[in-house]
């Protein structure tokens, strides 16, 4: 979830939503006038609110400006957050602001390594050099797609069904899933259009997108239902898990249940099945028999 | 550092503090507070304030304040940004992290 730097009564309550990711954002919600002020507040609440286990990030600007940078040497130094370029357009981004961390965390006696970063993709550029982005640092846990200045890149507008994405989107997530890093889709800015926002939800989870970006709470309670298993996928899934304990127990190398050949893949999804059931809290450890 | 203009940051929503920060006539950290919550909080209020500022080597300024609900490291964070804007001082010096 988004959440705007210069906002303390947003940044005191992030925490209170069941998201399980927050941005804190210093860059496009700041006004320039205010990028001092943002990053202030953001550093003293991020050293102060107990955020319960979620995960913090912050966007910062550019790091090749002097705001950039001082954004970085703050951010660093709380210890607490993963680093969210703006804009990248290739894998030198990444390692020119990696060098950047890195000389923080020696100056301020942080383990070297230890700040984790996200790509942001919003150009053609960007998406055409997807790979090298993903595989450029060890740091990275995510690419992100800003889907707002891509099409703008493109020199078209967003439609309904996110065609003019559809390339962009493949692309980092083709990336993502071959460097082993978190593929996570753009914002949804009308956040009226509940019906628009779970269509794109929808597709995006088809794709295998990882998550979704989300601009308001009234945003998460449709991502949660789209990506929550339902029954009878967890059920399908824990019995594919009880064929494969039974075949291990008999020493029978063929499985199959309900006719059908249970291979390596078939596995595989069902594993992610029951771990996406569990993180949603719709299934607890003890239950049913599973790898 | 030394106040050397007027300088305000923060705004007037809720649970936050606006903080505009003057030069005095050097008879220390003078404190004028408008708070929703005086009562209870203004004396802790005052507190952080005139710590943040002595905190940044600050020990003369008018400083008034709108308070509406500020955290105190809400309230830590706009007098720091105000004073280093009364200062015209960039971040460049400020040590992050202690």
Same mark, same amino acid.
């Given at each position: 979830? *988004?959440?705007?730097?210069?906002?303390?009564?947003?940044?005191?309550?992030?925490?209170?939503?069941?998201?399980?990711?927050?941005? *804190?954002?210093?860059?496009?919600?700041?006004?320039?006038?205010?990028?001092?002020?943002?990053?202030?507040?953001?550093?003293?609440?991020?050293?102060?609110?107990?955020?319960?286990?979620?995960?913090?990030?912050?966007?910062?600007?550019?790091?090749?400006?002097?705001?950039?940078?001082?954004?970085?040497?703050?951010?660093?130094?709380?210890?607490?957050?993963?680093?969210?370029?703006?804009?990248?357009?290739?894998?030198?981004?990444?390692?020119?602001?990696?060098?950047?961390?890195?000389?923080?965390?020696?100056?301020?006696?942080?383990?070297?390594?230890?700040?984790?970063?996200?790509?942001?993709?919003?150009?053609?550029?960007?998406?055409?050099?997807?790979?090298?982005?993903? *595989?450029?640092?060890?740091?990275?846990?995510?690419?992100?797609?800003?889907?707002e200045?891509?099409?703008?890149?493109?020199?078209?507008?967003?439609?309904?069904?996110?065609?003019?994405?559809?390339?962009?989107?493949?692309?980092?997530l083709?990336?993502?899933?071959?460097?082993?890093?978190d593929?996570?889709?753009?914002?949804?800015?009308?956040?009226?259009?509940?019906?628009?926002?779970?269509?794109?939800?929808?597709?995006?989870?088809?794709?295998? *997108?990882?998550?979704?970006?989300?601009?308001?709470?009234?945003?998460?309670?449709?991502?949660?239902?789209?990506?929550?298993?339902?029954?009878?996928?967890?059920?399908?899934?824990?019995a594919?898990?009880?064929?494969?304990?039974?075949?291990r127990?008999?020493?029978?190398?063929?499985i199959?249940?309900?006719?059908?050949?249970?291979?390596?893949?078939?596995?595989?999804?069902?594993?992610?099945?029951?771990?996406?059931?569990?993180?949603?809290?719709?299934?607890?450890?003890?239950?049913?028999?599973?790898? | 550092?030394? !106040?050397?203009?007027?300088?305000?940051?923060?705004?007037?929503?809720s $649970?936050? !503090?606006?903080?505009?920060?003057?030069? $005095?006539?050097?008879?220390? #950290?003078?404190?004028?507070?408008? $708070?929703?919550?005086?009562?209870?909080?203004?004396?802790? #209020?005052?507190?952080?304030?005139?710590?943040?500022?002595?905190?940044?080597? !600050?020990d003369?300024?008018?400083?008034?304040?709108?308070?509406k609900?500020?955290?105190?490291?809400? #309230? +830590?964070?706009?007098?720091?940004?105000?004073? +280093?804007?009364?200062?015209?001082?960039? +971040?460049?010096?400020?040590?992050?992290?202690?």
């Amino acid at each position: 979830m *988004f959440v705007p730097g210069n906002n303390p009564g947003m940044i005191r309550d992030a925490g209170i939503y069941d998201v399980d990711s927050i941005m *804190f954002d210093l860059e496009d919600s700041v006004s320039v006038g205010e990028k001092d002020a943002a990053r202030f507040l953001v550093y003293e609440m991020l050293r102060t609110i107990d955020y319960h286990g979620k995960e913090l990030i912050v966007r910062v600007n550019s790091p090749d400006t002097g705001t950039g940078l001082e954004d970085l040497r703050a951010m660093v130094s709380t210890r607490r957050v993963a680093i969210r370029l703006p804009k990248t357009e290739c894998a030198e981004d990444v390692l020119g602001c990696e060098k950047k961390i890195a000389a923080i965390e020696r100056e301020r006696g942080i383990p070297e390594g230890s700040t984790r970063m996200m790509a942001a993709i919003e150009s053609a550029v960007g998406v055409l050099n997807a790979k090298e982005i993903a *595989f450029s640092t060890k740091r990275l846990i995510g690419i992100a797609l800003g889907a707002e200045d891509y099409v703008t890149d493109l020199k078209t507008t967003r439609s309904a069904d996110g065609t003019e994405l559809l390339f962009a989107r493949c692309m980092i997530l083709q990336a993502a899933r071959a460097a082993g890093i978190d593929a996570i889709d753009s914002v949804y800015s009308d956040v009226d259009n509940e019906e628009g926002f779970r269509s794109e939800v929808a597709l995006i989870k088809q794709l295998g *997108f990882d998550g979704k970006s989300i601009i308001n709470p009234r945003q998460i309670k449709p991502v949660q239902e789209i990506y929550t298993p339902t029954k009878k996928e967890i059920d399908r899934s824990l019995a594919v898990m009880d064929a494969i304990e039974e075949a291990r127990k008999k020493g029978s190398g063929v499985i199959a249940l309900n006719g059908k050949m249970i291979d390596k893949p078939v596995v595989a999804r069902a594993q992610r099945v029951l771990d996406l059931a569990r993180a949603a809290g719709v299934l607890k450890q003890e239950d049913k028999n599973e790898r | 550092m030394k !106040i050397k203009q007027s300088a305000v940051a923060g705004t007037m929503e809720s $649970s936050d !503090i606006m903080v505009t920060i003057a030069p $005095s006539d050097g008879s220390g #950290i003078q404190i004028e507070l408008n $708070s929703t919550v005086e009562k209870q909080f203004g004396q802790e #209020i005052r507190r952080v304030i005139r710590d943040t500022l002595t905190k940044l080597g !600050i020990d003369s300024a008018s400083v008034t304040a709108v308070d509406k609900g500020a955290l105190n490291c809400v #309230i +830590h964070a706009r007098v720091e940004t105000a004073a +280093h804007r009364a200062c015209g001082e960039n +971040h460049a010096d400020y040590v992050w992290g202690e």
